[in-house]
């Protein structure tokens, strides 16, 4: 049987699998300016979801670092100890047990028995034996401050080569073998100790213990130095280091020397002979370099079983029965972890309103892709097209530009971000490729389910919100008031609530659904006197103004979540500044101060005059501190011991007017005068309540004073966070000033200390309130927050300029027809800008000033609920004030992006009607155009 001829074209066309031209190449190639568009968007919105868990991860993980790094060896070491063999044992097996071979034995299996994530640090890690009594120095050229001679513990530290430098002599060794009967042995010191103990090479102590049966010689073979004497190694027992005085439990308390004496390796039975409670340690200093955030709670888990579970049990089956294991390196993490949490409750706020805005952009974006489509979507569904053929077509489309987009962004942040987990930053790029990939086909196939043959007009004017819109905006209404009232009552201080992070952007969503239901009244009553008027620029701006779309729902939406956004990032960076300002303002007093140690000692005579001359000093005022004052006998009525008073005297004018510059407790000069034989005064709260305002007679080391307290302040620069009594210091018999106070910016601390120290009979001590100010922000903890906060600044008026330009894009042609017609009609040049500015000028009000309102407001309302103390200021700095800190509004984040919105709408307006004007009334005009 034969076939007729058959049209090739036709047989073509009709083969499965082959098409004329593929659909999503043509798409890309019709509109490519728009496919571009398109994927910088969502590359920039994938870098941001993939760089914020990324950047919490790497802040957090560096802030556990520095924590443990910071805080004392002697905190976070973890020491293994266990007292000398028991007397059960023979004498030849304690001793073997005391040598170094043992003990190293020990070490090596202690350090592989760590549980993970522990690590141990070996070059810092050390073991020995040491006197847990020290024993007493015999010897009448020791010195004594208090008659009681000096205490000595004696160390075998390991590993004592590697860590000192041998200043003179040799390092120590054992002249034979070592046993209990020992009583001759060799040691190092320190080059600090032996200044103190006014030690040298060959000195030789007899130490004694506390029953003075034992009498041990030692001869010092060695000087050294330390190095890296902030190490473990050296300063989890510092006073192997750094001698220093201790109190001796009498009263009056007496105080001795203490100080460290380094035997040989092998010196270690010689300490059972003593009565000094001898005991094995080994030290395990923890490293850090491999530990991440997400270590915190299997760290926690461990060092509480190494404390008292299973891994303890492990030890004592590797150094011995007794043994016990002490740490305070889980109060380390632990503050580290309630920092953390603190923080990380108020970041997620400033994330949720960057991703719900970063959403309400990209759905816009899609919106406006299916806009410009209506036409030829509905054109496909009137001859046929089904739903899910489209969908599919246009989920190709968007997909061929989103993937790479997202995966581009995900590549960026692992790029910028380092030590961060992966799957976060894949979950966040993939949700962005999703939603991406989502907008414009469920768009497009809700607004086409079923086929239509024209648009209908969809005015705000003529809009009427069904019962349906007015339920769902009352339930985000219930919602929104929940969420603020939680977050005010509560705080931040729950975990995983998204209802409180939500708040900012639920009330921004109040605000929008709002002003979009009123936006039309006010244009309607503005444009019936308009009409009236000659000209027809301001009635017709006013009419097109009430009849734009009624989507500008989501627009509106955007600008208004991005400008509450910036706002309440710029607050929540302006309320820590504002803290740590004052915290440092609180620690110094001053811009500078300059005093003797606890003020004990005058400063020099000129150090007034020549704290002037240093660079960067503007004014000072010199006062004197007594901070042992008290009531004189008979002025209280109480047998108690009387609580001292901190005494200051001032020269009234110089210290009033650095109170006023500061804003620190400022009183007018005259409530310092002096009325007869009594002075008026000025006292804190506390001060005040204890003296009453009757004259009483107050004692000190400048003299007996009598004084009656006139004005009540919290603070003042001299003792800004203690108690405080001020006089006028010529009402004082020694009024020699032992602090000095100083107003001015760039001032250098050695020069000040240069400049006041040369007539000083000890050093000065210096304190910048700057240098204060600067040791607020080093925890990368701080720093990482406020990294993020600034980003969500930046990034809510950058999507907030991103939306309005959508917005615009969006009515761009049927303003661009409008003018065409109008300038048909005799529309000149300049009333065609006007025209569109005027339209335009309604819209973008609204948003700019619904933008400020609402941002103040949800500061306003937010602000009780929201504590940030934890990421200004550090919890190790003890400037924590007891109020706590709150949001501060900054002005600059809550106007400057809502002018921006004002003035980017009337540029956008300007150059379209100069751009449509260039191109001509006929380029728009095209016959059966229906905009």
């Not at 919490?56 to 924590?67: A, F, I, K, W």
């Not at 891994?311 to 002490?326: D, N, Q, Y």
């Not at 409530?671 to 004259?695: F, H, I, K, N, Q």
């Not at 619904?850 to 990421?871: C, E, F, H, K, S």
Request: proline share 7%.
């Amino acid at each position: 049987m034969t076939r007729g001829p058959v049209d090739v074209r036709t047989e073509r066309a009709e083969r499965p699998g082959r098409a004329v031209a593929p659909w999503v190449r043509t798409r890309l190639r019709t509109a490519p300016g728009a496919a571009v568009a398109f994927g910088l968007l969502v590359l920039i919105t994938a870098f941001l979801a993939a760089a914020l868990p990324r950047a919490v991860d790497s802040y957090e993980t560096g802030g556990l670092r520095r924590e443990i790094a910071d805080a004392p060896p002697s905190a976070t070491a973890l020491q293994l100890t266990t007292p000398q063999p028991g007397l059960e044992i023979p004498l030849p097996a304690r001793e073997e047990e005391m040598r170094p071979a043992a003990l190293s034995a020990v070490h090596r299996k202690v350090l592989a028995s760590l549980p993970g994530p522990l690590r141990a640090d070996a070059a810092e890690s050390a073991y020995g034996v040491r006197t847990s009594e020290a024993l007493s120095g015999q010897d009448s050229w020791l010195p004594r401050p208090d008659g009681v001679s000096p205490g000595f513990t004696l160390a075998t530290q390991s590993d004592l080569a590697a860590h000192a430098a041998v200043r003179e002599g040799r390092l120590p060794a054992a002249d034979g073998r070592i046993t209990a009967e020992t009583k001759e042995l060799e040691a190092a010191v320190t080059s600090e100790t032996a200044r103190t103990l006014r030690l040298r090479v060959g000195s030789a102590i007899r130490l004694s213990d506390s029953t003075g049966s034992t009498d041990l010689a030692v001869r010092i073979t060695g000087i050294v130095d330390p190095r890296g004497p902030q190490g473990s190694y050296w300063s989890v027992e510092p006073v192997l280091r750094t001698p220093g005085l201790a109190a001796l439990p009498s009263n009056p308390p007496l105080y001795r020397w203490e100080a460290g004496l380094l035997l040989a390796p092998d010196a270690g039975p010689a300490l059972l002979g003593t009565q000094s409670m001898p005991e094995r340690y080994w030290r395990v200093a923890p490293a850090t370099g491999g530990l991440t955030a997400q270590d915190t709670p299997g760290l926690l888990q461990r060092i509480a079983s190494l404390e008292g579970g299973p891994e303890l049990l492990k030890m004592r089956e590797i150094a011995g029965g007794t043994a016990v294991l002490s740490t305070e390196l889980e109060t380390v993490i632990g503050s580290h972890v309630a920092t953390r949490e603190a923080i990380t409750r108020i970041v997620v706020v400033a994330a949720f309103g960057v991703g719900s805005v970063a959403a309400v952009v990209l759905a816009m974006a899609g919106g406006l892709i299916a806009a410009r489509r209506t036409d030829e979507l509905a054109l496909l569904r009137s001859r046929g097209g089904s739903l899910r053929g489209i969908g599919g077509r246009l989920l190709a489309e968007t997909a061929v530009i989103a993937l790479p987009a997202s995966a581009a962004g995900l590549l960026l942040a692992v790029v910028a971000v380092d030590e961060a987990r992966p799957l976060p930053a894949v979950y966040g790029a993939t949700a962005v490729a999703l939603l991406a990939c989502a907008t414009l086909p469920v768009r497009a196939v809700f607004l086409h389910r079923r086929p239509r043959a024209h648009g209908d007009r969809d005015d705000l004017a003529l809009a009427r919100p069904g019962r349906q819109r007015t339920v769902a905006e009352l339930t985000l209404l219930i919602i929104a008031v929940a969420s603020v009232v939680t977050l005010r009552r509560r705080g931040t201080s729950g975990t995983g609530d998204l209802l409180v992070s939500a708040a900012p952007v639920l009330v921004a969503l109040i605000a929008a659904l709002v002003l979009v239901r009123l936006y039309p009244l006010p244009l309607r009553w503005a444009a019936r006197p308009a009409a009236r008027l000659r000209g027809a620029i301001g009635f017709l701006s006013l009419a097109r103004a009430g009849r734009s779309s009624a989507t500008a729902t989501l627009p509106l939406l955007a600008l208004l979540i991005a400008l509450t956004t910036a706002a309440f990032g710029g607050s929540v960076l302006s309320g820590v500044t504002e803290a740590r300002d004052r915290a440092a303002l609180l620690a110094v007093g001053a811009d500078a101060r300059v005093s003797t140690p606890r003020d004990a000692t005058p400063l020099p005579a000129e150090a007034e005059r020549a704290a002037r001359k240093v660079a960067g000093v503007r004014d000072t005022t010199a006062v004197r501190v007594e901070s042992t004052a008290e009531l004189a006998i008979g002025e209280s009525a109480s047998t108690a011991p009387q609580k001292p008073l901190t005494l200051i005297g001032v020269e009234p004018e110089s210290y009033t007017r650095l109170a006023r510059q500061l804003d620190l407790g400022a009183f007018p000069a005259d409530a310092l005068t002096r009325t007869g034989g009594v002075l008026d005064a000025v006292a804190s709260p506390g001060v005040a309540e204890r003296l009453g305002t009757a004259p009483r007679r107050i004692t000190s080391p400048a003299g007996e004073v009598t004084v009656r307290i006139t004005a009540v302040r919290p603070h003042t620069p001299a003792a800004p966070r203690s108690e405080f009594l001020l006089v006028d210091r010529k009402g004082l018999k020694h009024a020699d000033p032992t602090t000095l106070l100083a107003m001015g910016t760039g001032m250098d601390a050695s020069a000040l200390r240069a400049a006041l120290g040369a007539g000083a009979e000890q050093e000065v001590e210096v304190s910048l309130r700057s240098e204060e100010r600067a040791a607020l922000t080093g925890s990368p903890l701080q720093s990482g927050a406020e990294r993020i906060y600034a980003t969500a600044v930046v990034a809510g008026a950058a999507y907030a300029v991103v939306a309005l330009l959508l917005s615009l894009l969006h009515s761009a042609p049927e303003r661009a027809a409008l003018l065409a017609r109008l300038r048909t009609m005799g529309l000149t040049t300049r009333q065609s800008r006007q025209l569109l500015g005027l339209e335009a000028l309604p819209q973008a009000l609204l948003a700019a000033g619904g933008g400020i309102l609402v941002a103040w407001a949800t500061i306003q309302l937010l602000a009780p609920g929201v504590d940030l103390a934890r990421l200004a200021l550090t919890a190790a700095s003890g400037l924590t004030p007891a109020g706590g800190v709150s949001l501060r509004t900054d002005v600059w984040t809550l106007a400057l992006p809502a002018a921006g919105v004002v003035a980017l709408t009337g540029a956008v307006a300007l150059g379209q009607a100069w751009w449509t004007g260039r191109r001509g009334s006929i380029t728009e005009l095209r016959a059966g155009d229906t905009r």
